[in-house]
């Protein structure tokens, strides 16, 4: 069974800055795609950042130039370090994996439970 563990999640004043961290564990072939997802309370999830396996990164218009996503594919990890961050970024985090089972076949989506963050203004 693979399992998505994100941590890093917490309260910080606007303007601080915190850092996520999500690891695969389990038993698969690889990973694809990996990304951060959020969600406010009362509006649906959205992506905030993803990135390839190759390093191709894509971000939301409201995180660009703030935040970082990054991977170490030796420790099949995710990061997302969120700088100058705003109240209007406090939500639940998810982590998202398009994860390989098996060579020859596609990936499929694993998502984390979530982690909370908290901006305070």
């Known amino acids: 069974q693979v399992q998505l563990l994100e941590s890093g999640g917490g309260l910080v004043q606007a303007g601080g800055s915190l850092r996520l961290s999500c690891t695969t564990s389990?038993?698969?072939?690889?990973?694809?795609?990996m990304g951060w997802y959020r969600q406010a309370p009362g509006k649906l999830r959205e992506l905030v950042a993803d990135?390839?396996?190759?390093?191709?990164?894509n971000y939301a218009d409201s995180v660009k130039g703030r935040f970082t996503i990054s991977r170490d594919n030796n420790k099949n990890t995710v990061y997302l370090q969120m700088n100058s961050l705003k109240p209007e970024d406090t939500a639940v985090y998810y982590c998202?994996?398009?994860?390989?089972?098996?060579?020859?076949?596609?990936?499929?989506?694993?998502w984390g439970q979530g982690t909370l963050v908290t901006v305070s203004s």
């Open positions: 998202n994996a398009g994860v390989v089972f098996a060579y020859g076949y596609r990936s499929r989506e694993v």
């Open positions: 389990g038993s698969f072939f690889g990973i694809n795609v």
């Open positions: 990135i390839t396996a190759n390093s191709n990164t």
